[in-house]
């Protein structure tokens, strides 16, 4: 039997954000509708949000992508691969600028811009106006995700319904 983290003893760190912030609701249900406006394949979204949550290294967001991506249909080889994409013969040229977009926006440039010119071209030949806004914002709503699931810190893995903390005392 696999022990899930509140077997565990694990906690997650706030209440349910949504009830200490019910704006939370409506902000989230934007985003989706926005990622999820068809203009970028819902797998492709998938991949996009499981690599944020491996280049953000939190486990939470990995495992949630991760079941997001098999709900979607996106094959295991591909799903295994995403951490590795770049020589991967898995991914279409759409999905690997998908990928390389959400890469450059997540980590930090050396020197210059974080997407380049290049980059950008490259998407634009993939994806159609629409599409390529629909695929920033797709990486915006993983963004937005992003400080509560670092200082959040839910749990890998438990329903929506059991993750949060119950008190409200902070």
């Known amino acids: 039997m696999n022990e899930t983290a509140t077997d565990l003893g694990f906690t997650s760190r706030f209440s349910d954000p949504q009830q200490l912030v019910p704006e939370l609701g409506d902000v989230s249900a934007a985003l ?16 996009v949000h499981l690599r944020a949550g ?37 991914f279409t040229p759409a999905e690997r600028v998908a990928l390389e977009l959400a890469e450059a926006v997540l980590t930090p440039a050396g020197h210059g811009e974080r997407v380049s010119d290049d980059l950008y071209t490259r998407a634009a030949k993939e ?7 629909t695929l920033a914002m797709a990486i915006g709503q993983v963004n937005f995700f992003i400080p509560l699931a670092l200082i959040g810190k839910p749990l890998p ?6 993750q949060w903390r119950t008190s409200t005392s902070e």
Not at 34 to 46: A, D, E, L, M
Not at 74 to 90: G, H, R, T
């Open 32 to 47: 989706f509708k926005i990622s999820g406006n068809g203009t970028v394949p819902r797998r492709t979204v998938t991949l």
């Open 54 to 90: 491996q280049l953000v290294e939190n486990t939470y967001m990995t495992v949630m992508h991760t079941a997001n991506a098999r709900r979607a249909g996106v094959p295991e080889e591909k799903i295994a691969a995403v951490a590795s994409w770049k020589d991967a013969p898995y």
């Open 127 to 133: 994806y159609d106006a629409t599409a390529l806004a």
């Open 157 to 162: 893995g438990v329903s929506m319904a059991d």
